[in-house]
C-alpha cells in the first residue's frame, strides 16, 4: 500500500489575523484517501495560542482534502480546531459556526505583495521605483521584475492541480503587488479554497527567499495601493429573482449592518478604505452602477438584467478571514425578507 504523506494544515490563535500552521503525517492508503478515511489528530496548542487552561492538546477535524501537487503521494487536509473531547469546536475556530449555503456564490479577489529584504519585490533599498501606472497588468522587466511571474505561475498551477477552483491572475497596481481569484459555491467551500491557495503561495515563495505581505497597506499613508481581498456574492434568489426593490431592502440592510461588516472585513482597514485612491470610506456605506470609489459595486449587467446577478463588496482586505467574511454577507441577506410586496 501507498504511503502518503498527509499535510494537517489549520488556522492559529494569533490576532487579529490568524496564521496558517501545518504539519505532516504518514499513513498507507490503497488509494488517494476520502476525507472521511482521515483521523482526527492533535497538536501542541501551547505553541499556537490555543492552549486551553493546563491541558494543552487540541484536536485537527480534517474538514477538506485536495491532492497535494508539490508531493509524490501528498495530500492538503483543511482542518478545523477542536477541543481535546474532538466534538466541541475551540474558540478561536470561526469554521464551525459560519452561515453557509451551497445556492450562496463568492468570489474573492486575493491581493498582496511579495516582499524581500523588508520591502516589496522590486523595490530599491532606498526610496521608491518609478510611481503606479504602469504595474497594474504590466509586462516586461522594469514594470514586473524576473521572478514574480514565474511565481504565480506557478502557484497557478498548484492550485488547479489541487483541484482549487483558481480563477485568474493580474499585476496590481503597486510594483511588487499580485492578484488572484478564487470562487465557490457555498461559504465554506469558497473560503476553504482562499485559505488553502494562501497556504500554497506561501510555501512556495520559501524556496523563492520571497515573503507574502499580506498587510492591507503595507506602504502606510502614500501613494502606494493598498490590498484588498472584494467579495463577489450572489445568492439564488438574487441570480433568479433579483429586483431593484429587493436590491435596495438589501443596500438598506448592509448600510444598517456596517460595523458587523467592517469587524470581519480585515484589521486596519482604515488605512485602506481612505475615501482616496478608488475606495470607499470605511465609515460610509455607497453603492454605485460600476462604481469603483464606492463600498459596494455593481455591475452593469446587474442593473441591464432587471437587477439580477451578483454584486460586489469592495471592502474586505488581503488579511480578512473569509470564513467570517462569506458568513457576515449571507447574515445580512438573511435578513432581508424577499417579501418585496410589503416594502415601500
Ligand atoms: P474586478 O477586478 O473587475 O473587480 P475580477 O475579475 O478580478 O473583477 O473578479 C470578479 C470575481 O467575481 C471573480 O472571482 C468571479 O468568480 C466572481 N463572480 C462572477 N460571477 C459571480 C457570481 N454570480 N456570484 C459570485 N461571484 C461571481
Ligand atoms: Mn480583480
Ligand atoms: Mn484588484
Ligand atoms: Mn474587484
Known amino acids: 500500500m501507498p504511503k502518503f504523506k498527509l499535510e494537517y494544515i489549520w488556522l492559529d490563535g494569533y490576532t487579529p489575523v490568524p496564521n496558517l500552521r501545518g504539519k505532516t503525517q504518514i499513513k498507507e492508503y490503497d488509494v488517494f484517501p476520502s476525507l ?5 489528530w492533535g497538536f501542541d496548542g501551547s505553541s499556537t495560542q490555543q ?3 493546563r491541558s494543552s492538546d487540541c484536536v485537527l477535524k480534517p474538514v477538506a482534502v485536495y491532492p497535494d501537487p508539490a508531493r509524490t503521494n501528498g495530500a492538503l487536509v483543511m482542518c478545523e480546531v477542536m477541543m481535546p473531547d474532538g466534538v466541541t469546536p475551540h474558540p478561536t475556530n470561526k469554521r464551525a459556526t459560519i452561515l453557509d449555503d451551497a445556492g450562496a456564490w463568492f468570489g474573492f479577489e486575493q491581493e498582496y505583495f511579495f516582499y524581500k529584504n523588508g520591502r516589496p519585490l522590486g523595490f530599491p533599498e532606498a526610496g521608491y521605483p518609478a510611481p503606479q501606472g504602469p504595474y497594474y497588468t504590466g509586462v516586461g522587466f522594469k514594470n514586473v521584475g ?6 504565480v505561475e506557478e502557484h497557478l498551477d498548484l492550485c488547479l492541480a489541487a483541484g482549487i477552483n483558481h480563477e485568474g491572475i493580474n499585476a496590481e497596481v503597486a510594483k511588487g503587488q499580485w492578484e488572484f481569484q478564487i470562487f465557490g459555491k ?9 485559505w488553502m491557495a494562501r497556504y500554497l503561495l506561501l510555501r512556495l515563495t520559501e524556496k523563492y527567499g520571497v515573503d507574502i505581505e499580506f498587510h492591507c497597506k503595507p506602504l502606510g499613508d502614500t501613494d ?4 484588498g481581498m472584494h467579495a463577489n456574492f450572489s445568492t ?7 429586483g431593484k ?7 438598506a440592510a448592509f448600510e444598517a449592518n456596517l460595523d458587523d461588516h467592517i469587524a470581519v472585513y480585515g484589521p486596519d482597514n482604515h488605512m485602506r478604505l481612505t475615501g482616496k485612491h478608488e475606495t470607499a470610506p470605511w465609515n460610509k456605506f455607497s453603492y454605485g452602477v460600476a462604481d469603483r470609489g464606492a ?7 446587474f442593473v441591464k438584467n432587471d437587477y439580477k446577478g451578483y454584486l460586489e463588496d469592495r471592502r474586505p482586505n488581503s488579511m480578512g478571514d473569509p470564513y467570517q467574511i462569506a458568513s457576515q454577507i449571507l447574515k445580512t441577506i438573511s435578513s432581508v425578507s424577499t417579501d418585496v410586496s410589503a416594502a415601500a
Open 36 to 40: 472521511e478515511e482521515l483521523p482526527l
Open 51 to 53: 492552549a486551553e487552561g
Open 146 to 151: 524576473d521572478v514574480a511571474r514565474q511565481i
Open 186 to 194: 457555498g461559504s465554506k467551500k469558497a473560503a476553504d479554497e482562499v
Open 224 to 227: 502606494w495601493n493598498g490590498s
Open 236 to 242: 439564488s434568489y438574487m441570480r433568479e429573482v433579483g
Open 245 to 251: 426593490a429587493y436590491f435596495e431592502k438589501l443596500m
Open 295 to 301: 463600498s459596494i459595486r455593481v455591475p452593469h449587467s
